[in-house]
């Protein structure tokens, strides 16, 4: 069966609206009304039961979450559900499980390649199919669930970020994905928002005790963009990277503000990376180790390799031949500084904990 793709472009939603005419009137509105509510909902944390509850009404289902789960440790960061909906049947370190997620459940499978597009369970299997499976074992039957849609957010390889609505018998049709679809990139932009608004927060909390050679800092700026507050950290990061005086902001930066094209800049100077993102008139700074250089596809590979697969098994998840997977990691080795996939390993997951 073949399964729809749609594009990442990250375009508004009311672009988007104009472009998909087949969306109804009523759906369109009750889709922008769910663009603003979620926007007051978002604090700290970018998604809450009232933000499910928000989009159960778009989306009807018995139930509804979203979940943050790694991949190479085998955890959940983040689960919010619905008030009032059941807790999972099973544990979220139970090894069936995780056995499910990584090679059996399809939607999970081709989220943690980077399909972040609407899927149903029945885009692959029908009723007859799906009951026959380790994933209706594990994952839909403690349920009692037969039907399923998931959208996910942009993440690293290693990582997943997934909405799942889940619905006992009646399936959902091509308008409930295409909702789906329509709130992906803003629902992607809130959880851009709330983590700025988290170190933004702490980086504040901590300004008058935090010594000049931290990490992070922060910029505060007046209605013309002007600094008007420079914590030391953000001072001596400003001056290392872009070697401006105090009370100046670099070129460079008040382009981007002006711009508004991208969400994050990103600064990098040799093995140094310094990542800056806006929340209201302030400015978060941070530095982070650089990423060695590794492409996507190297980190796909190595985070893979992380989780114990084989070279034939990399291959298989990412669909391309073991050659191809020989290479990516031959090259990332050379980038790493390394001679063997356990010292790749331990290098690689010491830059996605810096990070």
Known sequence: MLVRRRSGVDTTIVVSLAAVPTLARRDAEQLLRFVGLADELAADEPFTPATLDALGELVEAEYVDYIELDHIRRRAHVGVLRDGDAVPAWEPDDADVWDVIANHHPICIRQQRGDVAALKLSDFWTLRELRRTRTYEIWCRPW???RSISVALPSPPWQTRTFTFDRRRRDFDERDRLVLDLLRPHLARTWRAARTRRCLSATLTALERTPETDTRGAV??????????????????LDEFFGVREGELPTEVAVWLESRDRPTLIVRSGQRRLQIERSGDTLLLQEAPEDAGLTRREQEVLSWVARGKTNAQVAEALWISPGT????????????GVRTRTAAVARFLSLVDAG
Do not use: C, I, Y
């Open 144 to 146: 009692d669930v037969e």
């Open 220 to 237: 505060v700026l007046d209605a013309t963009g002007t600094p008007v507050l420079v914590t030391p950290p953000a001072q001596r990061l």
């Open 325 to 336: 997977v020989r290479t990516h990691l031959e090259n990332a080795f050379a980038k790493l």
